[in-house]
């Protein structure tokens, strides 16, 4: 490459009314400048611009806006942690092209075409808070561009392929969550790909700072542009690629100890159990809240209880949970049961067993949604069943460790690791075992 790529961003997607506020002049293809507020509709399989006042301005399948100069836009009610605990609609301000396309159902996409390295800014921005230390600024930069730049070289390599993998029979539902291949646009703008909530989230520019910092750089391994994944909280040790998705090896993807002591990894039920109820050395492990709003954007900061967590439920309440999300009727619940776990004490097979029917679920992501209204923090748990002088459960109680897949870096675990003098290349190597950092534009 001899100069970054642009990148197509999905902010709004299936909308039959987008509202906005074009900040300066934009070139409106087809008509010529316009500015201010405005309002997109979908009607007969078109797209229609409207101003203000609410007059159409443009009906076409397709409507683009190129800013005149620096100019910037504001698109309203964007849908952020979509099918997360944190789930909201806020405003939100992009730099970049604007494009609204129709769609064969009667809806339509916004859609944000920008130069990659300006995309990064937003997404570490949005990813973790500015404050967070340089080096894991600077890492976190080279992680996610390398995320995408792997991202579109697969898209490149052939049609797109499905995003929900899964094998379902009546005794077993094995599903796992590849990233989307999405038909409009390249990613999108929530946590399924990387979070890109715009520049609104960049106060104090230090995100662009590690962005030019790093500028083309990316981690590979064998010459290839690493698929580098990343988690909120590994919980103190990293997870394997073929837990949380497809069955194969991913040589820079393994497990490893997220602290100073090299704890070993989790294979037995005793094992989960020692770790997920012990508080180990590990870098993510902190309670340091002054650190932690230096690190975590504000919608994570809600959620304090991430490296050791509980949860718990009546019986009846997760019958009522199970049948809503897998759409069996278990009967009366009796036990839940851990069969497969990775290193980090994840589960990737979970047998449920009822009165009237009996499930294995998998992978990690479709077992933490069936057992939460919306899901639990990590799959790395242990099962705790309390039940009535007739041996019927009565509650189930879920100690767990770590926020997310944790396969690859531990984002919290490297901010830690930079404020204890790590750099943003020992921080990489740290988590991607075997690889190099390579500038390619």
Same mark, same amino acid.
């Given at each position: 490459?001899?100069?970054?790529?642009?990148?197509?961003? %999905? *902010?709004?997607?299936?909308?039959?009314?987008?509202?906005?506020?074009?900040?300066? #002049?934009?070139?409106?293809?087809?008509? !010529?400048?316009?500015?201010?507020?405005?309002?997109?509709?979908?009607?007969?399989?078109?797209?229609?611009?409207?101003?203000?006042?609410?007059? /159409?301005?443009?009906?076409?399948?397709?409507?683009?806006?190129?800013?005149?100069?620096?100019?910037?836009?504001?698109?309203?009610?964007?849908?952020?942690?979509?099918?997360?605990?944190?789930?909201?609609?806020?405003?939100?301000?992009?730099?970049?092209?604007?494009?609204?396309?129709?769609?064969?159902?009667?809806?339509?996409?916004? @859609?944000?075409?920008?130069? +990659?390295?300006?995309?990064?800014? !937003?997404?570490?921005?949005?990813?973790?808070?500015?404050?967070?230390?340089?080096?894991?600024?600077?890492?976190?930069? @080279?992680?996610?561009?390398?995320?995408?730049?792997?991202?579109?070289?697969?898209?490149?390599?052939?049609?797109?392929?499905?995003?929900?993998?899964?094998?379902?029979?009546?005794? /077993?539902?094995?599903?796992?969550?590849?990233?989307?291949?999405?038909?409009?646009?390249?990613?999108?703008?929530?946590?399924?790909?990387?979070?890109?909530?715009?520049?609104?989230?960049?106060?104090?520019?230090?995100?662009?700072?590690?962005?030019?910092?790093?500028? !083309?750089?990316?981690?590979?391994?064998?010459?290839?542009?690493?698929?580098?994944?990343?988690?909120?909280?590994?919980?103190?040790? =990293?997870?394997?690629?073929? =837990?949380?998705?497809? #069955?194969?090896?991913?040589?820079?993807?393994?497990?490893?100890?997220?602290?100073?002591?090299?704890?070993?990894?989790?294979? =037995?039920?005793?094992?989960?159990?020692?770790?997920? &109820?012990?508080?180990?050395?590990?870098? &993510?492990?902190?309670?340091?809240?002054?650190?932690?709003?230096? +690190?975590?954007?504000?919608?994570?900061?809600?959620?304090?209880?991430?490296?050791?967590?509980?949860?718990?439920?009546?019986?009846?309440?997760?019958?009522? +949970?199970?049948?809503?999300?897998? %759409?069996? #009727?278990?009967?009366?619940l009796k036990e839940i049961v851990p069969l497969q776990r990775g290193p980090s004490g994840r589960i990737s097979r979970l047998k449920i067993v009822g009165s009237k029917k009996s499930v294995v679920v998998g992978k990690e992501l479709e077992i933490r949604r069936w057992l939460s209204r919306s899901h639990l923090y990590s799959s790395a748990f242990v099962v705790e069943t309390k039940r009535d002088i007739r041996g019927i459960p009565?509650?189930?109680?879920?100690?767990?460790?770590?926020? %997310?897949?944790?396969?690859?870096?531990?984002?919290?675990?490297?901010?830690?690791?930079?404020?204890?003098?790590?750099?943003?290349?020992? +921080?990489?190597?740290?988590?991607?075992?075997? =690889?190099? @950092?390579?500038? *390619?534009?």
């Amino acid at each position: 490459m001899n100069d970054q790529p642009k990148i197509t961003v %999905g *902010i709004l997607d299936r909308r039959k009314e987008i509202c906005g506020y074009l900040h300066g #002049d934009f070139f409106l293809a087809g008509f !010529g400048s316009v500015s201010g507020r405005f309002s997109i509709r979908a009607e007969e399989k078109r797209v229609l611009f409207c101003d203000e006042r609410g007059r /159409e301005i443009l009906r076409s399948s397709r409507i683009e806006l190129s800013p005149v100069e620096d100019s910037a836009f504001t698109l309203f009610n964007v849908t952020i942690g979509d099918r997360f605990h944190w789930k909201r609609e806020e405003d939100q301000v992009f730099r970049g092209s604007l494009i609204f396309q129709g769609r064969e159902d009667e809806t339509l996409a916004a @859609i944000n075409e920008i130069g +990659i390295e300006d995309y990064l800014t !937003g997404v570490i921005s949005s990813e973790m808070s500015e404050e967070a230390p340089f080096e894991f600024l600077k890492a976190h930069a @080279i992680l996610s561009r390398s995320w995408v730049l792997a991202s579109l070289g697969k898209r490149a390599k052939g049609p797109p392929k499905p995003s929900v993998h899964e094998e379902v029979t009546q005794e /077993e539902v094995i599903r796992w969550y590849d990233r989307e291949e999405h038909d409009l646009y390249q990613v999108c703008a929530d946590d399924h790909c990387q979070r890109y909530h715009g520049v609104g989230k960049s106060v104090s520019g230090r995100a662009r700072e590690a962005v030019q910092a790093t500028f !083309g750089r990316v981690v590979t391994y064998q010459g290839e542009i690493c698929d580098a994944r990343y988690s909120k909280a590994c919980g103190g040790r =990293t997870e394997l690629f073929r =837990t949380a998705w497809e #069955d194969r090896e991913v040589s820079y993807l393994q497990s490893v100890s997220d602290g100073p002591i090299h704890d070993g990894p989790i294979w =037995t039920e005793e094992d989960a159990s020692r770790f997920v &109820c012990s508080s180990p050395q590990a870098h &993510c492990n902190t309670h340091d809240e002054g650190l932690l709003k230096r +690190i975590l954007s504000k919608s994570d900061l809600e959620t304090g209880d991430f490296f050791r967590w509980r949860v718990e439920y009546g019986r009846e309440e997760m019958e009522e +949970i199970l049948w809503k999300k897998s %759409g069996f #009727d278990f009967g009366t619940l009796k036990e839940i049961v851990p069969l497969q776990r990775g290193p980090s004490g994840r589960i990737s097979r979970l047998k449920i067993v009822g009165s009237k029917k009996s499930v294995v679920v998998g992978k990690e992501l479709e077992i933490r949604r069936w057992l939460s209204r919306s899901h639990l923090y990590s799959s790395a748990f242990v099962v705790e069943t309390k039940r009535d002088i007739r041996g019927i459960p009565e509650r189930f109680l879920f100690r767990g460790a770590g926020w %997310g897949h944790g396969v690859g870096l531990c984002q919290i675990g490297a901010a830690v690791m930079a404020t204890r003098g790590f750099s943003a290349e020992g +921080i990489l190597s740290h988590y991607f075992r075997g =690889t190099t @950092i390579e500038r *390619i534009y």
